[in-house]
């Protein structure tokens, strides 16, 4: 709801999640000496916290050998975080009093809030008042809470989390048990934790929150968001550029198919556009994933390493064993990434230090790894060409060796991946040690080549951010190429619902888009008046907003070159509306490559842009892409490149440019007239006279800037 | 290049690799007292072998403790297998003394064959004629050897392998490397090998074999497949058919991009079309994979249960957290799976174990696993619309009580996989436990998806089996519709290549497809009359076999109405050709959503169809779909089923009836005529009088049965 923050802001919101994450003091309110009970589990769980713990209960005096307070007021000092383990009907009170006694902040593990119906979404938004009132930070409620093992605050009832081990990886989910469930996979693959948090209803502490904290905190090297319902988009967003400006973030949001009724039960939140969700994720600077095992895999490789950014990363492939070398090298192409020639230099270097027999190209395939092992990999990484490298080797006898040799050389190595098949003991041993090296080390071809996609598209989003920000530090008028003539065309026209098509067309130029020479026509005179000034043959369609199918009910009548043609498409068109006909006249155009191109309002992300192929594309073809918007000139460029080969090179390459120009032109319109509620351009033909929209569907809402748009970029 | 084997063929050559994969007796040919030497390594690694060891080194007498021989010919008896590990140039001699001594088997663990060129390749061939002229079985060369842990049989170099404990899962992979990394992948999910091969060049032993072996060993419980290229895919296909009738198959085929030269120097094979591949595999009964770690998971799940035969299962789906729950939830319906809603009576069952906040439709959301987590799991399993259960919950103390509920309740249950995060020495241990109990443990939701997505494909596949012998039980002639007719047609052209459009559209004519009246004309006096007797508009084409791009080349004059019409259409068309031109006079076919139908053949699999929306969807639009012919009827059905939602719906369901049908007849007419090399029926256009096929591309080889085809079904 509320826009970007200033910095002032932000920096007092992290200063607020201090007391929250690093407490010095904890009141556990609700507290019991039956370890069966949730207050009890969390005084067990919280016996390794080093600072003061009350536990807060009106009937004891000691709770596991502690001091018991019978409520937050009279503890010896303001706790600063204060763990509430209380059924929902007490919460607002304990919280009421925790603001009354200074305590900082409060987890709400309860569950029974806006997940559960109207009576607790009420109780939620009283907490929510309370919260912006008081100043009190609130996490939850509906969360198993939060792990800090470098301040060994375990603040959930799960046992096992004091097995946890500090580290550098940070888990922001939005739910409790997919924060636990991360943090548990996350320690298998032989990592530590700086923070592993469930956000929950997020009745106060939100993503946003999380991110600026952990982007501040020098203990986090990477992050791991695990999101649901997103409420603000575009505050996520912000938050997620000013976290991988620092450091890598990776994204994986729930709701790929139509969940809609069980999520809406789980944290009453909306689930949304997926693919949505993905691009906003991805324009904003994370790594998206689909899944949980690649969370924690990108998450875990990118708190390990990070290539230097770049559109095309160049990756170097090494295998002591041709079989998985093969499977990474397949992997490696299905995902495009490049797998450049090596240079003449490297080749030959290479050539001195393998047998003939081996396979000499990129890959490198060495046979069984020798002495030679790591003197290869040096004179790959050395190449100009490679970023990163991807490496498989068995663990054999000669392999251990290898092991040592790649922690001791791994400074002199480009961003390295590790692939190793053998006993799952000593993977796990060498892992951790070759990870503080900078070396990630997998134990599948399949998961090296997805950890160096990770690393690849981390490189790639880098690259497109920088290549924002030279855009932004550049001549600004060209970030919003036509908005000011578009306005003078739209001023006046708010409050109409569907512009006709003849309107939504003068908008469409003043932003720079062709479009066919037409009349609109009144009467029938009109019409036989615009026939003989326009070239033949011309186009008869019915003008009339309300009409958005026109070529459904016959309101479109093409081919039209004589008079005798003519007078046929007045009474085919007219016979198409009941009340009095208007008409747009225009010159038909060629024919060409049909494209789509539009844009609508997401409820969470706000503007968006899709483009795609038109004709029966539109209906069984591959889905549209989709951005957010405003798009940077090379976001624009990205998107438009993104569509099928085939079809860009049907389009050629100047009307292929020509659409990341209009692409822009439309994310700017949409970006900068918040009352543009929809527009779409269908079809947009690539003709020999470059792209022309023939049709154009723009709808406003009915008072300017009172739309679905809930926060502007 | 061999037929389908006959049983008594099948059941000889499974008695040949008993002595290859269950020997009494190894020799070591090129034994050494060096562990650091490959005959060292190998002593080394076999010392777990109960039976006879003989190593055979010229100039020792005794080597690890055991008599020395100079060659195989001179131990106490005939060896049942010789590991060879001399070099290349040596192989030939020592399989000829291995013959002539009765050795059974024989590894070759060496490489510098077929992938190594020319020389390589020839060397080959002569160990090729050696096996088929003595009858000694041989595996490799170029592979790492196989282990065969309940014969402590560890016929490799790699040292790790003996820790590979015996279980129920069989590996086959073309690679050595990958069948070792995936043996190990194995082991971490706590399962034991019933064998694990490498096949590499697979000059006699092959898939097949190795397959029908494993289909007869009850130690086997699933088998996976690593496939690089497949030099025989019908005999791949035959045995796969044999095997998946008796226990899951699952397959992974490299080659999803384009990574021809390194394969070919890999194994000298070449890699093949992906998607054919994928579509044969299936079709013969496997359940296909696309990476190592889903092969592994996928034959780890299936060696644990298998649900029963169904076209379309339905899952239900209990969670303990519901954050996880979702996650999964959402896995089951981007897989397409079914998630049914339960019975009333299940409903009831359930809300009287429940407190009233929880989700209690499917999936149901019980909250933390309490007492009655078990009962639920029981109410929804004994629903009748629910074949398997996907369970998630979180280790907990409860949850430990849960995993002994478990164990004990599990032949209760509907095959179960069970998602669990948590610490994960915790989770090995349990996993073993349940797997014995049949269920199957997996810690990552995702990962639990894809598991149940496995077993869903496990039961789909065995359905359409079970369809296809329903179908074949039943009126023979339906399964080759119209093939008689072609037959008729095709003879005498035979020997022409392309056959012209009125040729080709005949054969489709004869085989049940709709076509345009038309008439053929030599002469423009022809195409008058034509024109007088057909109704208007017609078409005026080009009649012209090795004119393939008709339209491209001015060749097709559309919409001819009128007299003066038709005359430049004959000038027009007549200019497209320097020979003398001949034209097709066709009835224009009203508009209509556009397919395309063809076949070809694969030079792995033999004949194949594809079928996809036609028009720009070629070339930009989804990609085809594939499949091998012949197609039952249910296959039929089920490959247009897989085209795009929204053309099925815009072709509706008689339309979608009746392609389904002319897939059926065009892969009967492949099948049975090998003399058919390519059929394009581009495009089918789907009218209100049902499917016209507008064009009509028929190539025919040569000379007959010369073609690629090298194996008929």
């Known amino acids: 709801m509320s826009p970007v923050e200033p910095p002032a802001q932000a920096e007092m919101t992290r200063r607020g999640l201090t007391r929250l994450f690093a407490p010095k003091s904890i009141a556990v309110v609700g507290a019991s000496a039956d370890p069966e009970k949730a207050g009890g589990a969390l005084m067990t769980v919280l016996a390794g916290f080093p600072g003061a713990i009350y536990p807060i209960n009106r009937s004891a005096d000691m709770i596991g050998g502690k001091t018991a307070y019978p409520d937050v007021d009279s503890t010896p000092e303001p706790a600063d975080l204060a763990i509430v383990a209380v059924p929902p009907s007490a919460v607002l009170g304990v919280l009421e009093q925790s603001a009354h006694a200074g305590v ?207 559109a095309r990363s160049g990756i170097g492939i090494v295998t002591g064993q041709a079989g998985p070398g093969l499977i990474i090298t397949d992997a490696l192409a299905a995902a495009g990434i490049d797998v450049p020639a090596l240079l003449p230099e490297t080749k030959s270097v290479i050539e001195s230090l393998l047998p003939p027999l081996t396979y000499q190209a990129n890959p490198v395939d060495t046979g069984r790894p020798g002495e030679t092992f790591v003197e290869i990999l040096q004179a790959v990484g050395n190449d100009p060409g490679i970023d990163g490298m991807i490496v498989y080797a068995l663990q054999e006898h000669g392999t251990r060796d290898l092991v040592e040799t790649l922690e001791r050389d791994a400074h002199s190595l480009p961003p390295t991946v590790f692939v190793t098949g053998g006993p799952g003991a000593e993977i796990a041993s060498q892992r951790a040690q070759l990870a503080d090296k900078g070396i990630w080390t997998v134990d599948a071809p399949d998961r090296g080549a997805f950890a160096m996609d990770c690393l690849v598209t981390d490189a790639r989003v880098r690259h497109l951010h920088a290549a924002a920000v030279d855009e932004h530090a550049g001549d600004q008028s060209t970030n919003r190429p036509g908005a000011e003539e578009a306005a003078m065309q739209i001023e006046g026209l708010t409050g109409h619902g569907n512009l006709d098509e003849a309107q939504g067309k003068a908008v469409l130029q003043a932003i720079g888009f062709a479009t066919p020479r037409r009349v609109v026509c009144d009467e029938t005179t009109d019409v036989e008046a615009a026939f003989v000034r326009l070239a033949k043959p011309v186009v008869v369609k019915l003008l009339d907003a309300e009409v958005t199918h026109k070529s459904a009910v016959g309101g479109v009548h093409l081919n039209v070159s004589t008079e005798a043609d003519l007078q046929v498409a007045l009474a085919a068109t007219g016979a198409a509306t009941s009340g009095t006909p208007r008409w747009l006249v225009e010159e038909q155009v060629g024919d060409g490559v049909e494209l789509i191109l539009g844009g609508v309002r997401d409820g969470s992300f706000g503007a968006t842009v899709a483009l795609g192929a038109g004709g029966t594309g539109v209906e069984w073809g591959q889905p549209p892409i989709v951005r957010t918007a405003p798009l940077t000139r090379a976001g624009a460029e990205e998107a438009v490149a993104s569509m099928p080969p085939a079809l860009l090179d049907a389009m050629g390459p100047s009307a292929v440019k020509e659409l990341a120009d209009l692409v822009h032109r439309l994310g700017a319109l949409l970006a900068t007239h918040p009352e543009v509620r929809e527009i779409d351009v269908n079809p947009l033909r690539s003709t020999d006279q470059g792209l022309v929209a023939l049709d154009a569907v723009i709808v406003l809402d009915d008072a300017t800037g009172a739309g679905p748009e809930r926060n502007q970029p």
Chains 1, 2 share one sequence.
Request: glycine share 12%; charged share 15%; proline share 3%.
């Open 104 to 310: 900082g902040a409060a987890v709400i593990c309860t569950g029974g809030f806006a997940e559960a119906g109207e009576e607790g979404a009420a109780l939620q938004h009283q907490i929510h008042e309370l919260s912006r009132r008081t100043g009190l930070r609130v996490l939850g409620p509906n969360t198993s809470g939060f792990v800090a093992p470098w301040q060994l605050v375990h603040a959930t009832f799960m046992p096992g989390v004091a097995e946890l081990r500090p580290g550098h990886v940070a888990i922001i989910a939005q739910s409790g048990g997919v924060n636990l469930a991360a943090s548990f996979m996350t320690a298998q693959r032989g990592l530590g934790l700086s923070l592993a948090v469930g956000i929950g209803n997020a009745v106060d502490v939100d993503f946003a929150d999380v991110l600026d904290h952990v982007a501040s905190d020098p203990t986090t090297h990477a992050v791991a968001l695990h999101l649901e319902g997103v409420a603000d988009g575009r505050r996520l967003m912000a938050a997620i550029r000013r976290t991988a400006a620092i450091k890598p973030v990776v994204a994986m949001k729930v709701g790929r198919s139509d969940i809609g009724e069980f999520a809406q039960s789980h944290t009453g939140a909306m689930v949304g556009d997926w693919a949505v969700a993905k691009a906003a994720l991805e324009q904003a600077g994370a790594v998206v994933v689909e899944n949980l095992t690649d969370l924690v895999d990108a998450v875990a490789v990118l708190s390990t390493t990070r290539m230097r950014p770049g």
